[in-house]
């Protein structure tokens, strides 16, 4: 039958509610959350599942391919890569976690008080927000790291989160441009609440759930991060051992052929970045969907 | 008079912009001298030093290095790179087009590929083609650009020894075929690195508008779907596809300028990328300069274009309403 002639806009009639409860397990990311969970607690754990030291640099072993020795090779410098692992991932969670709190934090305090603030001082605001997205990210975390000196975890995880903040502070304002008119806020403010006490007892748990998801995507951008500038050179140096200063060496093993070297880092990077997306989209939430009119 | 204004703000975020750069790249404790002087700037001895940072410039205070840098800037002299020796738009002006050329096509291929993906995928909705690119798309997109770069390397040029692993020609210069040839790696990590993100926004945005009760009457009146999809909901779609593109230009940029770092590729990027490591401070402020304002000018071409296309933005902003907000 012609595509003109067939019936549209017919709906399915919800299915019958069963008793039976849908499997708890339905919809969430498990697979992503037991990927986390095991690098989580491998990080943590680490001296007890690693075997060698993974700042000893084994000079007759240098770039040994993986056998049962080296479950994962060395690297060009003669460090056991399983243990690096571990002891790196450590670093790149840590770097890309306390990042996304910093930028979370500064952003709930900007947007908010740009969201509250006189017409003229949030447009000030946000126009100085865009000014400071319009620089490559890559750039300015490269310029401040300078300014601070030589990099260590807290000041990599400084500068990302220094620079991390826009996107999820103009999500901030718009949210509380939208609650400020409430009447419970117009309340809290009559009754002399001040720019803290609302911002964490009424505007806070309202915008939560809306930027959850960005603050997630923040952790994979910190990380991603971290791994790209230790791996340019200008994030961690070679001696503090990170997935992205591990693959700094990557030149050296593109020369002699080393995949290992470059694949095994990378493939727990990848993996990880991975597991934080699929989590940070379910908690996004799948938005109750209507049906198609098409 | 609006183009009066529009240009104000530019100019504003601009010196905003310089200020900040030329403090942040001050106050970092490198040696400018070495870029300078490269290895001799060790052996210098304090008498020399102190002649070639007023020589320089580099020894009154930061303000009033500032206000000469601009003073010479408003002149169109941007001073000098110190480690190329030469003028800074000079050292640029060889380098830009290959970054344009890298990231022009990349941009094309991106917003191309994008658009048949997301209504592929719209089309699609739910079908298992859509699931399966969905997931892939969600694998490519996490994937760090300079990771994939080293990957495609090892295999193309490393292992299969079929592409070269960096430049953008070979020694001694080569035609078309032998920069097309440099640019198939580079482009590609561009492109894949930013495809799946736009697709996704186009095919959410689709079905939305899929299923809204104008579709509903279009298909009533027995209009096919496909025309349903191509002339009524992706043209609803199209503006905020359209200022996307343009609001995605510093996320382009900025992937590009990593891939230019690591295949070597002498473009912006690689510049940049050597100018804040080496405190090249001339040429870095006009690298930055010329990021932002890129940037900048790319913004309020979205803002330009969804006002053009979409009149409703435009009325809300009349009405005082603070809500105009684009929802892309």
Not at chain 2, 111 to 133: H, I, M, N, T, Y
Not at chain 2, 184 to 197: C, D, F, Q
Request: hydrophobic share 50%; charged share 15%.
């Amino acid at each position: 039958m012609d595509e003109r002639f067939s019936l549209v806009g017919v709906r399915p009639l919800p299915a019958e509610t069963t008793l039976t409860k849908r499997p708890w397990y339905k919809g969430k990311p498990l697979l992503a959350a037991a990927f986390l969970a095991l690098v989580t607690l491998g990080c943590l754990f680490c001296p007890l599942i690693t075997t060698r030291d993974p700042a000893y640099m084994d000079l007759l072993n240098s770039a040994r391919r993986p056998d049962g020795t080296f479950l994962f090779g060395t690297d060009t410098m003669g460090r056991d890569i399983f243990s690096m692992i571990w002891y790196g991932g450590r670093v790149s969670l840590a770097v890309g976690l306390l990042a996304a709190a910093l930028s979370a934090l500064i952003a709930v305090v900007i947007g908010t008080a740009s969201g509250l603030a006189p017409r003229w001082l949030d447009t000030c605001i946000m126009r100085l927000t865009e000014i400071f997205m319009s620089v490559p990210s890559l750039l300015l975390v490269m310029l401040l790291q300078a300014a601070l000196g030589k990099a260590t975890v807290w000041s990599l995880a400084l500068v990302l989160g220094l620079t991390g903040w826009a996107g999820v502070a103009k999500v901030v304002r718009t949210e509380v441009l939208a609650l400020r008119r409430s009447e419970y806020i117009l309340a809290a403010r009559a009754a002399g609440g001040g720019f803290f006490h609302i911002l964490r007892r009424h505007l806070a748990p309202n915008f939560f759930p809306s930027i959850m998801f960005m603050v997630v995507m923040n952790v994979r951008g910190a990380i991603a991060a971290e791994a790209t500038l230790s791996f340019l050179g200008v994030g961690l140096p070679l001696e503090v051992i990170s997935w992205g200063s591990m693959l700094s060496l990557s030149q050296t093993a593109l020369a002699s052929g080393a995949w290992w070297i470059i694949l095994i880092p990378g493939l727990f990077l990848v993996a990880t970045l991975l597991a934080i997306t699929e989590i940070g989209n379910w908690l996004r939430g799948s938005s109750n969907k209507k049906h198609s009119n098409l | 008079m609006k183009l009066f204004k529009k240009l104000l703000i530019l100019i504003v975020s601009l010196l905003i912009l310089s200020l900040a750069v030329f403090y942040a790249a001050r106050l970092a404790p490198g040696d400018p001298l070495a870029s300078w002087y490269g290895e001799r700037a060790e052996r210098l001895t304090p008498e020399e030093r102190a002649q070639a940072e007023v020589s320089l410039g580099l020894d009154q205070p930061i303000h009033v290095q500032y206000v000469r840098w601009l003073k010479n800037a408003l002149r169109g002299d941007f001073g000098l790179s110190f480690k190329y020796k030469t003028g800074v738009l000079e050292v640029i002006r060889g380098r830009v087009g290959n970054t344009l050329l890298l990231g022009g096509l990349g941009f094309l291929l991106i917003f191309s590929l994008a658009l048949g993906l997301g209504l592929l995928c719209a089309w699609q909705e739910d079908k298992p083609l859509d699931k399966v690119l969905c997931k892939l798309g969600t694998v490519t997109s996490c994937i760090p650009e300079f990771w994939l770069s080293l990957l495609l390397i090892l295999i193309f040029a490393v292992y299969l020894r079929v592409l070269p692993s960096s430049g953008a020609w070979s020694v001694g210069g080569g035609g078309t075929a032998d920069r097309a040839r440099h640019l198939i790696l580079p482009l590609a990590v561009v492109v894949t690195g930013h495809l799946w993100y736009y697709a996704y926004m186009l095919r959410n945005r689709l079905l939305e508008e899929v299923r809204s009760d104008y579709v509903l009457l279009a298909r009533s009146e027995g209009l096919t779907r496909r025309r349903v999809m191509l002339h009524h909901c992706l043209r609803n779609a199209l503006p905020s596809y359209l200022s996307l593109m343009a609001i995605s230009v510093p996320h382009i940029m900025g992937g590009t300028y990593i891939v230019e770092t690591v295949f070597s590729y002498p473009g912006i990027g690689t510049l940049a990328y050597e100018s804040a490591r080496y405190q090249d401070y001339d040429l870095l402020m006009v690298l930055c300069l010329l990021s932002g304002g890129v940037v900048i000018l790319s913004n309020m071409l979205a803002q330009a274009v969804s006002e053009r296309v979409d009149p409703r933005v435009r009325a809300r902003e009349a009405m005082g309403g603070k809500g105009a907000d684009r929802h892309g």
